[in-house]
Protein backbone atom coordinates (compact mmCIF):
# COMPACT_ATOMS: atom_id res chain seq x y z
CA UNK A 1 0.00 0.00 0.00
CA UNK A 2 1.32 3.25 -0.93
CA UNK A 3 0.41 6.33 1.12
CA UNK A 4 1.32 10.12 -0.91
CA UNK A 5 1.60 13.21 0.45
CA UNK A 6 0.16 12.20 3.94
CA UNK A 7 1.02 15.43 5.92
CA UNK A 8 -2.02 16.90 3.54
CA UNK A 9 -4.69 14.32 5.05
CA UNK A 10 -7.05 15.15 7.30
CA UNK A 11 -8.84 12.99 10.13
CA UNK A 12 -12.77 12.48 8.53
CA UNK A 13 -15.51 10.98 10.69
CA UNK A 14 -14.29 7.80 11.02
CA UNK A 15 -10.78 8.98 12.47
CA UNK A 16 -7.40 9.15 10.31
CA UNK A 17 -7.26 8.04 6.95
CA UNK A 18 -4.09 6.67 6.95
CA UNK A 19 -4.44 4.19 10.01
CA UNK A 20 -7.66 3.52 8.42
CA UNK A 21 -6.23 2.73 5.11
CA UNK A 22 -3.82 0.02 7.32
CA UNK A 23 -6.60 -1.44 8.77
CA UNK A 24 -7.21 -2.65 5.29
CA UNK A 25 -4.38 -4.62 4.93
CA UNK A 26 -4.69 -6.38 8.64
CA UNK A 27 -5.02 -9.37 6.44
CA UNK A 28 -2.57 -9.95 4.13
CA UNK A 29 0.60 -11.64 6.06
CA UNK A 30 3.27 -10.48 3.36
CA UNK A 31 1.77 -6.50 3.76
CA UNK A 32 4.69 -3.75 3.33
CA UNK A 33 3.37 -0.30 3.73
CA UNK A 34 5.32 2.61 2.09
CA UNK A 35 4.17 5.91 3.49
CA UNK A 36 5.38 9.31 2.28
CA UNK A 37 5.27 13.27 2.00
CA UNK A 38 7.03 16.23 2.25
CA UNK A 39 6.76 17.31 5.92
CA UNK A 40 4.18 20.23 7.06
CA UNK A 41 4.02 21.62 10.46
CA UNK A 42 6.44 19.79 12.75
CA UNK A 43 4.09 19.00 15.77
CA UNK A 44 1.46 17.48 13.67
CA UNK A 45 3.28 15.81 10.54
CA UNK A 46 2.24 12.46 10.43
CA UNK A 47 5.28 11.56 8.23
CA UNK A 48 7.75 12.95 10.74
CA UNK A 49 5.92 11.29 13.78
CA UNK A 50 6.62 7.82 11.76
CA UNK A 51 10.07 8.71 10.56
CA UNK A 52 10.13 9.14 14.28
CA UNK A 53 9.13 5.35 14.89
CA UNK A 54 11.52 4.26 12.11
CA UNK A 55 15.09 3.14 12.27
CA UNK A 56 15.63 6.37 11.21
CA UNK A 57 18.29 6.33 7.66
CA UNK A 58 19.73 9.09 6.69
CA UNK A 59 21.77 9.47 3.40
CA UNK A 60 25.57 10.42 4.10
CA UNK A 61 28.38 11.31 1.19
CA UNK A 62 31.81 11.51 1.49
CA UNK A 63 34.02 14.35 2.01
CA UNK A 64 36.71 13.97 -0.90
CA UNK A 65 39.40 15.82 1.31
CA UNK A 66 38.83 13.61 4.57
CA UNK A 67 36.95 10.57 3.43
CA UNK A 68 34.79 10.91 6.08
CA UNK A 69 30.77 10.21 5.69
CA UNK A 70 28.27 13.06 7.05
CA UNK A 71 24.74 14.10 5.99
CA UNK A 72 24.85 17.05 3.80
CA UNK A 73 22.59 19.59 5.85
CA UNK A 74 21.18 23.50 5.29
CA UNK A 75 23.88 24.75 8.26
CA UNK A 76 27.00 23.72 6.47
CA UNK A 77 26.35 25.27 2.94
CA UNK A 78 27.96 28.76 2.98
CA UNK A 79 28.83 31.40 0.40
CA UNK A 80 30.48 34.68 0.42
CA UNK A 81 28.38 37.63 1.70
CA UNK A 82 25.79 38.59 -1.67
CA UNK A 83 27.58 35.86 -3.79
CA UNK A 84 24.96 32.66 -3.64
CA UNK A 85 26.51 31.72 -6.77
CA UNK A 86 29.54 30.57 -4.15
CA UNK A 87 27.87 28.00 -2.38
CA UNK A 88 29.70 25.13 -1.04
CA UNK A 89 29.26 22.50 1.57
CA UNK A 90 31.80 22.86 5.07
CA UNK A 91 32.41 19.54 5.67
CA UNK A 92 31.38 19.05 9.71
CA UNK A 93 34.62 16.72 10.40
CA UNK A 94 37.71 18.33 8.22
CA UNK A 95 36.07 21.92 8.12
CA UNK A 96 37.22 21.29 4.21
CA UNK A 97 34.83 23.85 2.00
CA UNK A 98 33.80 21.30 -0.96
CA UNK A 99 33.02 22.80 -4.61
CA UNK A 100 29.94 21.70 -6.45
CA UNK A 101 31.78 20.10 -8.54
CA UNK A 102 32.13 17.37 -6.36
CA UNK A 103 28.67 16.55 -5.41
CA UNK A 104 28.03 14.14 -8.52
CA UNK A 105 30.67 11.53 -7.46
CA UNK A 106 29.99 12.06 -3.57
CA UNK A 107 26.37 11.48 -4.37
CA UNK A 108 27.25 8.23 -5.93
CA UNK A 109 29.51 7.22 -3.16
CA UNK A 110 26.63 7.82 -0.41
CA UNK A 111 25.27 5.56 1.39
CA UNK A 112 22.35 4.86 3.71
CA UNK A 113 23.03 4.98 7.70
CA UNK A 114 20.33 3.98 10.48
CA UNK A 115 20.47 6.03 13.66
CA UNK A 116 18.56 3.76 15.46
CA UNK A 117 19.87 0.31 14.21
CA UNK A 118 18.07 -1.37 16.98
CA UNK A 119 14.73 -0.86 15.31
CA UNK A 120 13.63 -3.88 13.59
CA UNK A 121 11.09 -4.17 10.84
CA UNK A 122 10.25 0.00 10.25
CA UNK A 123 12.36 1.12 7.86
CA UNK A 124 12.77 4.97 7.70
CA UNK A 125 14.29 7.53 4.68
CA UNK A 126 14.94 11.23 5.28
CA UNK A 127 16.65 13.25 2.43
CA UNK A 128 16.71 16.93 1.16
CA UNK A 129 17.48 18.47 -2.14
CA UNK A 130 21.01 19.41 -1.21
CA UNK A 131 22.24 16.44 -2.76
CA UNK A 132 19.91 16.12 -5.83
CA UNK A 133 22.09 16.83 -9.01
CA UNK A 134 18.94 18.41 -11.03
CA UNK A 135 20.80 21.56 -12.21
CA UNK A 136 17.72 23.94 -10.39
CA UNK A 137 19.06 22.05 -7.16
CA UNK A 138 22.25 22.99 -6.98
CA UNK A 139 23.60 24.54 -3.80
CA UNK A 140 24.10 27.93 -5.68
CA UNK A 141 20.40 28.25 -7.14
CA UNK A 142 19.26 26.98 -3.48
CA UNK A 143 21.70 29.64 -1.95
CA UNK A 144 19.57 32.32 -3.75
CA UNK A 145 16.40 31.17 -3.25
CA UNK A 146 16.55 31.11 0.49
CA UNK A 147 18.10 34.86 0.45
CA UNK A 148 14.76 35.51 -1.71
CA UNK A 149 12.62 33.73 0.80
CA UNK A 150 14.29 34.00 4.56
CA UNK A 151 12.45 37.55 4.94
CA UNK A 152 8.81 36.11 4.68
CA UNK A 153 7.39 33.21 6.63
CA UNK A 154 5.47 32.07 4.13
CA UNK A 155 7.77 31.72 1.48
CA UNK A 156 10.46 30.39 4.38
CA UNK A 157 7.95 27.81 5.08
CA UNK A 158 7.98 26.42 1.34
CA UNK A 159 11.87 26.36 1.56
CA UNK A 160 12.39 24.63 4.79
CA UNK A 161 9.23 21.89 3.90
CA UNK A 162 10.08 21.16 0.20
CA UNK A 163 13.47 21.78 -0.16
CA UNK A 164 14.95 21.24 3.23
CA UNK A 165 12.44 18.36 4.11
CA UNK A 166 11.82 19.83 7.29
CA UNK A 167 8.70 20.31 9.53
CA UNK A 168 7.48 24.38 10.01
CA UNK A 169 7.73 25.65 13.29
CA UNK A 170 6.36 28.75 14.46
CA UNK A 171 8.08 31.55 16.25
CA UNK A 172 5.77 31.39 18.90
CA UNK A 173 2.60 30.25 19.71
CA UNK A 174 1.15 32.95 21.41
CA UNK A 175 1.68 36.83 20.23
CA UNK A 176 3.27 39.12 22.21
CA UNK A 177 0.84 42.53 21.86
CA UNK A 178 3.28 44.94 24.15
CA UNK A 179 6.26 43.68 21.85
CA UNK A 180 4.30 43.91 18.70
CA UNK A 181 2.85 47.59 19.90
CA UNK A 182 6.60 48.77 20.65
CA UNK A 183 7.46 48.53 16.77
CA UNK A 184 4.59 50.83 15.66
CA UNK A 185 6.52 53.49 13.18
CA UNK A 186 5.05 56.78 11.73
CA UNK A 187 2.76 55.73 8.84
CA UNK A 188 -0.65 55.42 7.96
CA UNK A 189 -2.92 56.40 5.36
CA UNK A 190 -2.75 59.68 5.52
CA UNK A 191 0.63 59.22 3.75
CA UNK A 192 1.38 55.45 2.61
CA UNK A 193 5.12 54.74 2.69
CA UNK A 194 6.87 54.96 -0.69
CA UNK A 195 7.82 50.59 -0.60
CA UNK A 196 3.80 50.16 -0.99
CA UNK A 197 2.75 48.67 -3.64
CA UNK A 198 -0.68 47.36 -3.42
CA UNK A 199 -3.17 48.31 -0.98
CA UNK A 200 -5.77 45.46 0.35
CA UNK A 201 -8.76 45.59 2.97
CA UNK A 202 -10.27 43.08 5.16
CA UNK A 203 -13.83 43.99 6.31
CA UNK A 204 -15.43 42.09 9.24
CA UNK A 205 -19.09 42.48 10.31
CA UNK A 206 -20.84 42.91 13.17
CA UNK A 207 -24.17 43.58 13.87
CA UNK A 208 -24.10 47.30 14.92
CA UNK A 209 -20.85 47.95 12.97
CA UNK A 210 -18.22 46.95 10.34
CA UNK A 211 -14.62 46.88 10.75
CA UNK A 212 -12.03 47.69 8.25
CA UNK A 213 -8.05 47.35 8.38
CA UNK A 214 -6.01 48.55 6.02
CA UNK A 215 -2.72 46.52 5.05
CA UNK A 216 -0.01 47.84 3.04
CA UNK A 217 2.31 45.30 0.60
CA UNK A 218 5.24 46.02 -0.50
CA UNK A 219 6.84 44.27 -3.47
CA UNK A 220 9.09 41.97 -0.86
CA UNK A 221 5.92 40.58 0.72
CA UNK A 222 6.22 42.84 3.33
CA UNK A 223 2.75 43.83 4.88
CA UNK A 224 2.13 46.98 6.76
CA UNK A 225 -0.70 47.72 8.69
CA UNK A 226 -1.14 50.97 7.44
CA UNK A 227 -4.88 51.86 9.75
CA UNK A 228 -7.79 50.65 10.96
CA UNK A 229 -11.71 52.07 10.66
CA UNK A 230 -15.00 51.19 12.12
CA UNK A 231 -18.21 52.09 10.36
CA UNK A 232 -20.92 52.50 13.09
CA UNK A 233 -24.37 51.51 11.84
CA UNK A 234 -26.76 48.48 11.63
CA UNK A 235 -25.43 45.75 9.23
CA UNK A 236 -28.88 46.20 7.46
CA UNK A 237 -28.75 49.70 7.04
CA UNK A 238 -28.60 51.15 3.58
CA UNK A 239 -26.49 53.86 4.89
CA UNK A 240 -24.06 51.44 6.40
CA UNK A 241 -23.12 49.68 3.40
CA UNK A 242 -22.84 53.23 1.49
CA UNK A 243 -20.60 54.45 3.72
CA UNK A 244 -18.43 51.31 3.15
CA UNK A 245 -19.22 51.74 -0.53
CA UNK A 246 -17.54 55.52 0.00
CA UNK A 247 -14.66 54.22 2.39
CA UNK A 248 -13.69 52.02 -0.71
CA UNK A 249 -13.66 54.10 -3.63
CA UNK A 250 -11.69 56.40 -1.69
CA UNK A 251 -7.68 56.75 -3.25
CA UNK A 252 -4.35 57.71 -0.47
CA UNK A 253 -1.76 60.27 -0.93
CA UNK A 254 1.57 58.21 -1.88
CA UNK A 255 5.11 58.90 -0.90
CA UNK A 256 5.97 58.33 -4.52
CA UNK A 257 3.69 61.65 -5.30
CA UNK A 258 0.52 60.39 -7.21
CA UNK A 259 -2.29 58.42 -5.27
CA UNK A 260 -3.30 54.94 -4.35
CA UNK A 261 -6.37 52.82 -4.37
CA UNK A 262 -7.67 50.03 -3.06
CA UNK A 263 -6.69 46.89 -4.87
CA UNK A 264 -8.78 44.04 -3.48
CA UNK A 265 -11.43 44.00 -0.66
CA UNK A 266 -12.63 40.69 1.59
CA UNK A 267 -15.91 41.37 3.37
CA UNK A 268 -17.09 38.60 5.70
CA UNK A 269 -20.19 36.76 4.76
CA UNK A 270 -19.61 33.72 7.35
CA UNK A 271 -23.00 34.79 9.59
CA UNK A 272 -25.87 33.58 8.41
CA UNK A 273 -27.93 36.57 8.91
CA UNK A 274 -26.00 39.19 6.92
CA UNK A 275 -24.96 36.74 4.16
CA UNK A 276 -27.37 38.04 1.56
CA UNK A 277 -26.36 41.28 2.21
CA UNK A 278 -22.99 41.13 1.91
CA UNK A 279 -23.64 39.48 -1.32
CA UNK A 280 -25.72 41.75 -2.68
CA UNK A 281 -23.40 44.12 -2.01
CA UNK A 282 -20.13 42.32 -3.55
CA UNK A 283 -22.15 41.16 -6.20
CA UNK A 284 -22.09 44.65 -8.10
CA UNK A 285 -19.00 45.42 -7.04
CA UNK A 286 -17.12 42.23 -8.45
CA UNK A 287 -14.87 44.75 -11.11
CA UNK A 288 -13.50 46.25 -8.11
CA UNK A 289 -11.88 43.36 -6.46
CA UNK A 290 -14.55 43.68 -3.85
CA UNK A 291 -15.74 39.73 -2.88
CA UNK A 292 -18.02 38.26 -0.14
CA UNK A 293 -15.46 35.61 1.61
CA UNK A 294 -16.31 32.86 4.07
CA UNK A 295 -13.98 31.32 6.49
CA UNK A 296 -13.34 27.32 6.08
CA UNK A 297 -11.05 25.46 8.98
CA UNK A 298 -8.40 22.87 8.19
CA UNK A 299 -5.94 22.55 5.67
CA UNK A 300 -6.91 24.85 2.83
CA UNK A 301 -5.95 27.02 0.23
CA UNK A 302 -5.54 30.70 1.06
CA UNK A 303 -8.52 31.48 -0.98
CA UNK A 304 -10.66 29.79 -3.34
CA UNK A 305 -13.70 30.20 -5.68
CA UNK A 306 -16.74 28.12 -3.87
CA UNK A 307 -17.76 25.36 -5.75
CA UNK A 308 -21.85 26.38 -6.53
CA UNK A 309 -23.74 29.60 -5.80
CA UNK A 310 -25.73 30.00 -2.67
CA UNK A 311 -29.71 29.67 -2.95
CA UNK A 312 -29.94 33.19 -3.91
CA UNK A 313 -27.61 32.76 -6.67
CA UNK A 314 -24.73 35.10 -5.02
CA UNK A 315 -20.64 33.83 -5.24
CA UNK A 316 -18.74 32.97 -2.36
CA UNK A 317 -15.00 32.64 -2.19
CA UNK A 318 -13.34 30.10 0.54
CA UNK A 319 -10.69 31.31 2.61
CA UNK A 320 -8.78 28.72 4.45
CA UNK A 321 -8.57 30.83 7.75
CA UNK A 322 -5.99 27.99 9.98
CA UNK A 323 -3.54 28.57 6.57
CA UNK A 324 -3.45 32.14 7.00
CA UNK A 325 -3.36 32.58 10.86
CA UNK A 326 -0.24 30.44 10.77
CA UNK A 327 0.86 32.67 8.11
CA UNK A 328 -0.09 35.70 10.82
CA UNK A 329 1.83 34.23 13.87
CA UNK A 330 4.95 33.81 11.70
CA UNK A 331 4.82 37.40 9.86
CA UNK A 332 3.43 39.21 13.39
CA UNK A 333 6.51 37.78 15.32
CA UNK A 334 9.22 39.12 12.60
CA UNK A 335 9.75 42.72 12.04
CA UNK A 336 10.66 42.21 8.73
CA UNK A 337 7.02 40.86 7.49
CA UNK A 338 4.84 42.63 9.41
CA UNK A 339 4.97 46.71 10.70
CA UNK A 340 2.69 48.67 12.09
CA UNK A 341 1.35 52.28 11.96
CA UNK A 342 1.27 54.34 15.26
CA UNK A 343 -2.54 55.14 14.51
CA UNK A 344 -3.41 51.79 15.52
CA UNK A 345 -5.35 51.77 19.15
CA UNK A 346 -4.16 49.56 21.72
CA UNK A 347 -7.31 47.60 21.56
CA UNK A 348 -6.32 46.46 17.32
CA UNK A 349 -3.17 44.88 19.16
CA UNK A 350 -5.24 42.99 21.99
CA UNK A 351 -7.88 41.63 19.07
CA UNK A 352 -4.30 41.02 16.83
CA UNK A 353 -3.48 38.67 19.61
CA UNK A 354 -6.83 37.41 20.47
CA UNK A 355 -5.76 33.78 20.02
CA UNK A 356 -3.11 31.23 20.41
CA UNK A 357 -2.26 27.67 19.05
CA UNK A 358 -2.35 24.78 20.28
CA UNK A 359 -2.64 21.21 19.46
CA UNK A 360 -5.62 19.11 19.97
CA UNK A 361 -6.59 15.77 19.52
CA UNK A 362 -9.45 15.11 17.02
CA UNK A 363 -10.52 11.50 16.30
CA UNK A 364 -7.08 10.49 17.46
CA UNK A 365 -5.22 12.63 15.39
CA UNK A 366 -3.08 15.59 16.40
CA UNK A 367 -4.65 18.86 14.64
CA UNK A 368 -3.20 22.40 15.24
CA UNK A 369 -6.05 24.96 15.99
CA UNK A 370 -6.16 28.73 17.05
CA UNK A 371 -8.06 29.12 20.18
CA UNK A 372 -9.82 32.21 21.12
CA UNK A 373 -7.87 33.33 24.33
CA UNK A 374 -10.86 34.53 26.94
CA UNK A 375 -12.20 37.86 27.39
CA UNK A 376 -10.43 38.87 24.20
CA UNK A 377 -12.48 39.67 21.05
CA UNK A 378 -11.22 38.90 17.74
CA UNK A 379 -12.48 41.15 15.13
CA UNK A 380 -8.74 42.98 13.98
CA UNK A 381 -7.16 39.65 13.83
CA UNK A 382 -9.78 38.41 11.64
CA UNK A 383 -10.14 41.67 9.53
CA UNK A 384 -6.00 40.83 9.08
CA UNK A 385 -6.41 37.37 7.88
CA UNK A 386 -9.52 38.66 5.25
CA UNK A 387 -7.31 41.14 3.88
CA UNK A 388 -4.48 38.88 3.33
CA UNK A 389 -6.99 36.76 1.50
CA UNK A 390 -7.79 39.52 -0.72
CA UNK A 391 -4.07 39.58 -1.48
CA UNK A 392 -3.74 36.89 -3.13
CA UNK A 393 -6.31 38.28 -5.50
CA UNK A 394 -4.13 40.91 -6.58
CA UNK A 395 -1.51 40.86 -9.46
CA UNK A 396 0.67 43.92 -10.12
CA UNK A 397 4.10 44.21 -12.20
CA UNK A 398 6.04 46.47 -9.61
CA UNK A 399 7.88 48.56 -12.21
CA UNK A 400 4.49 49.55 -13.85
CA UNK A 401 3.03 50.30 -10.61
CA UNK A 402 5.38 52.28 -9.30
CA UNK A 403 5.07 54.77 -12.35
CA UNK A 404 1.36 54.83 -11.78
CA UNK A 405 1.90 56.20 -8.09
CA UNK A 406 4.42 58.94 -9.47
CA UNK A 407 1.77 60.12 -11.61
CA UNK A 408 0.19 62.90 -9.84
CA UNK A 409 -3.21 61.53 -10.96
CA UNK A 410 -4.41 58.58 -13.05
CA UNK A 411 -3.08 58.39 -16.40
CA UNK A 412 -6.75 58.19 -18.62
CA UNK A 413 -7.39 55.71 -21.05
CA UNK A 414 -8.76 57.66 -24.24
CA UNK A 415 -12.04 56.21 -25.43
CA UNK A 416 -12.13 54.37 -28.21
CA UNK A 417 -14.49 55.68 -30.81
CA UNK A 418 -18.09 53.78 -31.17
CA UNK A 419 -18.91 53.03 -34.54
CA UNK A 420 -22.68 53.07 -35.46
CA UNK A 421 -23.77 50.16 -37.57
CA UNK A 422 -26.37 51.09 -39.85
CA UNK A 423 -27.87 47.42 -39.94
CA UNK A 424 -30.01 48.69 -36.90
CA UNK A 425 -31.82 51.02 -38.70
CA UNK A 426 -32.87 48.68 -41.36
CA UNK A 427 -36.48 48.11 -41.69
Known amino acids: MFIDEADGMEATAEGSPILLAERRTLSFPDRKIVLGSTPVHEDTSHVLRAYAQSDQRIFEVPCPECGTFAE ?3 DAITWDEGAPETARWRCPHCAAEIEERHKPAMVADGRWRALRPDVAGHAGFRMNALVSLHANASWANLAAEFIGAKDDPTTLQTFVNTILGQGWRADGEELDESAMQARAEPFGLDMVPAEVLALTVGCDVQHDRLELTYIGWT ?20 ETWAELDTMLAERFPHQLGGRIAIDATAIDAGDGTSMNRVTDFCRARTRRKIVAIKGAAGNRPVIERAGSRTKTGARLWIVGVDTIKTQIFARFARASSARFSDSLPAVWFEQATSERAVIRYARGQPVRQFVRIPGRRAEALDCVAYA ?10 PEVRRADLAQAEPVKVAAKPVLQSEWMARR
Open 219 to 238: ETGCMLILAHRVIWGAWDAA
Open 388 to 397: IAARALVNIV
Open 72 to 74: ITW
